[in-house]
């Protein structure tokens, strides 16, 4: 480490954020992310790495793709933020575009938020509103966001941080892909709505079981619950259709997206409501402000993104490097199958199953070292996130395959010690 980035990270521990900073650091992660481009980050140090995190998503096209660094750029000749009181060219043509590939064909409304978290807020909100109840199903080790409603959704390290958690029965968990606990959790009734990330991704990208999306919709319209969609990891074609719940047959009552939905070039996250919903729109239009929601720079980049990964050509590109990356994944786990287990994808969404129950950490490191970013699931740290970006090449592919291999094999050395065997 040069002395550059040390005199740097201690600055960041002093002004930015000890505990996160010291955690990446005893992780063996001292990124510092400087020049970035396509699918390549650089560190201050100079050193690529194949970023395969995408934060999230955030990334899907690239970093500073240069159709939108091109659209930013001729955004700003007319634009800036806007003022969210008042109707905007940019606002309602986002709405309008949204609205055209909407998973449901009643998605007629958009609102917006400035991140993910507050979009969900306000998905949660517009349900209570619809259903006049004020119970929220959520999945255990769901991660929905960290503000003040979303937060109440997801796993309790992050809400007894800040004294968040439920102590009234309003926000209720069931474990993943178990119809039964939830349909005891609505035959109450009294739920206003269910919400899903349709892969969970902080819990290290579970596959839904066959048919569990669909019967759990059903069961939401059987007890008058609503369905909330979170796509804000696996949707924009991540999954290889536009929104993943289209590929498992489920037309939600809301829809949130965002990450992705930026570009990574301006943040903004939109939710997308029925006319069945919609109520509050009409009712009290001021019922939910957000300065920064729908800034009308960060909706001319949305509707460019929007246009990208609907080209039949992205579509076709994601189909190819799914499948290329998983053949040449499934031979890095015949050869270290006692320690890579498992592989659970559906398009370039991708989780990586270690049999450790810390091992994707290793993995992480031994992949940075070797020029690959990717990170492991919070939630479940045997799993690390591996995210190939919409438009990476087969020639990037290749490499990254090259890299994980050796990655794979030191990290099972680190763990095991040479010896072949389960744990």
């Known amino acids: 480490m040069s002395q550059e980035k040390l005199e740097f990270l201690e600055r960041s521990k002093a002004f930015w954020n000890p505990g996160k900073t010291q955690d990446w650091i005893d992780m063996g992660v001292d990124l510092v992310i400087d020049r970035r481009e396509g699918y390549y980050l650089y560190d201050m140090d100079g050193r690529r790495l194949i970023d395969v995190h995408l934060n999230g998503g955030t990334y899907n096209l690239g970093h500073r793709h240069p159709e939108l660094v091109e659209v930013l750029k001729a955004g700003t000749a007319r634009f800036d933020m806007g003022n969210h009181h008042f109707p905007a060219l940019a606002r309602t043509a986002l709405a309008e575009a949204l609205a055209a590939c909407a998973p449901a064909p009643d998605m007629k409304y958009t609102a917006y938020g400035s991140g993910g978290g507050e979009a969900i807020d306000i998905a949660i909100k517009t349900a209570r509103h619809t259903a006049k109840k004020r119970k929220i199903v959520s999945i255990i080790k769901a991660y929905h ?54 892969i969970p991704a902080t819990y290290g990208f579970p596959m839904p079981h066959e048919g569990y999306l669909p019967a759990v919709k059903k069961l939401c319209e059987r007890y008058d619950a609503l369905y909330i969609a979170d796509e804000v990891q696996t949707g924009l074609m991540r999954c290889g259709e536009m929104w993943g719940c289209m590929k498992y047959g489920v037309e939600p009552d809301i829809m949130v997206t965002g990450k992705g939905i930026s570009g990574g070039m301006y943040p903004i996250a939109c939710v997308l409501i029925s006319e069945r919903c919609g109520g509050w729109l009409k009712e009290d239009g001021f019922g939910h402000i957000s300065t920064m929601g729908g800034a009308e720079l960060g909706c001319v980049v949305a509707m460019k993104t929007l246009e ?116």
């Open 145 to 198: 966001g960290h503000t003040g409603l979303a937060v109440k959704t997801g796993d309790e390290r992050f809400s007894k941080l800040f004294l968040s958690e439920d102590t009234e029965g309003e926000f209720v968990q069931v474990p993943f892909n178990d119809l039964g606990a939830m349909e005891d959790a609505l035959k109450g009734r009294d739920v206003a709505a269910v919400i899903m990330e349709t």
């Open 308 to 423: 990208i990964v609907q080209r039949p050509e992205v579509r076709t590109m994601v189909r190819f490097i799914s499948d290329f990356i998983r053949a040449g994944l499934d031979e890095i786990m015949a050869e270290y199958a006692d320690f890579f287990i498992g592989i659970r994808q559906h398009g370039v969404v991708m989780g990586l199953e270690f049999n450790h129950p810390q091992g994707a950490k290793p993995v992480m490191k031994h992949l940075y070292e070797n020029g690959v970013w990717a990170i492991f699931s919070t939630l479940d740290p045997r799993v690390l996130q591996f995210k190939p970006g919409l438009l990476l090449t087969q020639a990037d592919a290749e490499d990254l395959l090259r890299r994980v291999e050796i990655a794979v094999g030191l990290a099972r050395e680190e763990v095991m010690g040479g010896r072949r065997r389960a744990f």
